[in-house]
Structures are given as structure tokens and as C-alpha cells.
């Protein structure tokens, strides 16, 4: 390890209660020290949040139809023509994907609603 990488300065620090609460939550599975110096040089990771299993569920269904349709035209002949309903099958499936791509947002769950403005 080079040696102006090397870390030989300690800095402290003291919090109150709701402060220490607030880091334990945000530092997630990172040691207090470590998120501490990642938060104070801007390099905390981003959080990834939960994915929607109903959506991924439906994307994958899609994806399998999909690789037996590929299959099942690799396995024909190179003489071979597509037939109108092979390709029926394809235009179905990509229309399917296109359609939960557009509609489902895989990242959040499905049963969240919005936000409400808490003022007060």
C-alpha cells in the first residue's frame, strides 16, 4: 500500500442520541468510521432499493418464452423460412416485454402508494 494511502489520522467525533440513531440507520452495513469518511468525501454507495417481485416475476416469464422461441428457430433448418406463426410468436412476446417495461417500474414494490405531505 503506498504510503500517502495510508490512513494515520483519527478523528472524532461526538453525537447525541437521535444523531446516532440517524448514522446507524443511513450506514446500513457499514461500520460507523467507514460511512462517516464515504459520506464526509461524497462516496457513499447508492441505495438500491427493493425490487418489485410481481414485475420481475412477469419479465422473467417473458424472457423464458422468449429464449424457447430462439431455440426453437435455431433449431430449424438454414434452408428453412420463418413461418407467419413463428413470427407471430416473436412479435407477441416483444410486444408483452415492451408493454411491462413500460408499465412496470421493477425497482419499487407494488403495494407502495404515494407520499403524503405530512405538514405540521
Known amino acids: 500500500m503506498p504510503t ?5 489520522y483519527c478523528v472524532s467525533v461526538r453525537l447525541n442520541n437521535e444523531e446516532l440513531s440517524l448514522l446507524n440507520t443511513k450506514r446500513g452495513r457499514y461500520r460507523k468510521g ?10 457513499i454507495p447508492p441505495i438500491i432499493p427493493a425490487i418489485n417481485l410481481n414485475a420481475w416475476k412477469a419479465l422473467s416469464e417473458i424472457s423464458q418464452k422468449l429464449n424457447r422461441i430462439a431455440t426453437h428457430i435455431d433449431g430449424k433448418s438454414k434452408e428453412s423460412q420463418l413461418t407467419h406463426t413463428e413470427l407471430f410468436a416473436v412479435k407477441r412476446q416483444l410486444e408483452e416485454l415492451r408493454q411491462h417495461l413500460i408499465n412496470a417500474d421493477i425497482w419499487s414494490k407494488p403495494d407502495e402508494g404515494y407520499a403524503e405531505d405530512q405538514k405540521g
Not at 500517502?4 to 494515520?8: F, K
Not at 469518511?37 to 461524497?42: C, E, Y
Open 34 to 43: 467507514e460511512w462517516l469518511r464515504m459520506a464526509s468525501l461524497q462516496k
Open 4 to 8: 500517502e494511502a495510508l490512513r494515520s
